[in-house]
């Protein structure tokens, strides 16, 4: 077994946002993502229950139409087909995305 550690090689992108896969097992997925403050905001709407966690910065994140200003720290449960999208982040934010697929999954 190898360990590793979350906040190693968290280069920010210039635009966007960056996802690294954690783990891969069965149907589950472990993401870590870093947000850049250029990020174009874009609405996904998954067949997947998913499980945030800011860890690091801010970011402004919609569901339903409801606007959730996040801050380090805070986490919510977004059911599969639930619309949501992220409208604003700092600069460097960085997410832990836990997916639980319906079925096994495959990296992204």
């Not at 959730?68 to 995305?97: C, N, Q, T, Y």
Request: net charge negative.
């Amino acid at each position: 077994m190898e360990t590793s550690n979350l906040f190693n090689d968290t280069a920010t992108p210039e635009e966007g946002e960056r996802f690294d896969t954690i783990l891969n097992h069965k149907n589950l997925l472990i993401e870590r993502i870093i947000s850049s403050a250029a990020i174009t905001p874009h609405e996904y709407i998954q067949a997947q229950d998913e499980w945030v966690l800011l860890m690091r910065g801010k970011a402004d994140l919609r569901v339903e139409g409801k606007l959730h200003a996040l801050k380090e720290g805070d986490h919510i449960f977004l059911p599969a087909g639930v619309p949501h999208k992220v409208e604003r982040a700092s600069d460097g934010a960085m997410w832990l995305a836990i997916h639980l697929h319906p079925e096994q999954c495959e990296d992204r």
